[in-house]
């Protein structure tokens, strides 16, 4: 492998990594709020602050596991385990959805597999919509 492309490549690993590891911005991790069994609460209002439509973020931590947050629609929500389901790797962020750098799964931005070795996509978190507030967990 030549220095410019080795160079490109650990370029690209810490750029996906700082993608996937970097907090939510101050804004949007003021709204999202850690509430009774390791569960966040979001209220929708909020939720621009937060991810867009047809996006998804790494949320936070639920019961100390990392969870991404797909947003479908205005008040429409998916959340899912940031854990691989092939061998448990954590996975990362990238432009079009999730990725496990240890053996090249993908996943879409809502959490379905894409490409394995991976047999599934990730694993469901649930989420409910009350009086105007995403619960996650
Ligand atoms: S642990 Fe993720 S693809 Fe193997």
């Known amino acids: 492998m030549s220095e410019v492309s ?3 490549l650990i370029a690209g690993v810490c750029g996906i990594a700082a993608l996937s590891f970097a907090p ?3 804004e949007a991790a003021s709204v999202v709020r850690k509430i009774s069994n390791g569960r966040l609460s979001i209220k929708i209002s909020d939720m621009s602050k937060v991810v867009a439509v047809g996006s998804s973020v790494l949320v936070g931590k639920v019961k100390g596991q990392d969870v991404g947050l ?3 629609g205005p008040s429409t929500f998916k ?3 940031l ?4 061998q448990g790797a954590p996975v ?3 432009e079009t959805g999730w990725y496990c750098d240890v053996h090249g799964s993908k996943f879409e931005q809502d ?3 894409n490409m394995g070795p991976a047999t599934t996509g990730l694993m469901k978190v649930p989420t409910k ?3 105007g507030t995403l619960t996650i967990g």
Not at 83 to 86: A, D, I, Q, S
């Open 6 to 8: 080795r160079r490109s």
């Open 24 to 26: 939510l911005s101050a």
């Open 70 to 72: 797909f947003r479908s």
């Open 79 to 81: 959340a899912f385990s």
């Open 83 to 86: 854990r691989c389901p092939h």
């Open 92 to 94: 990362v962020k990238d």
């Open 111 to 113: 959490g379905a597999l």
């Open 129 to 131: 919509v009350s009086r």
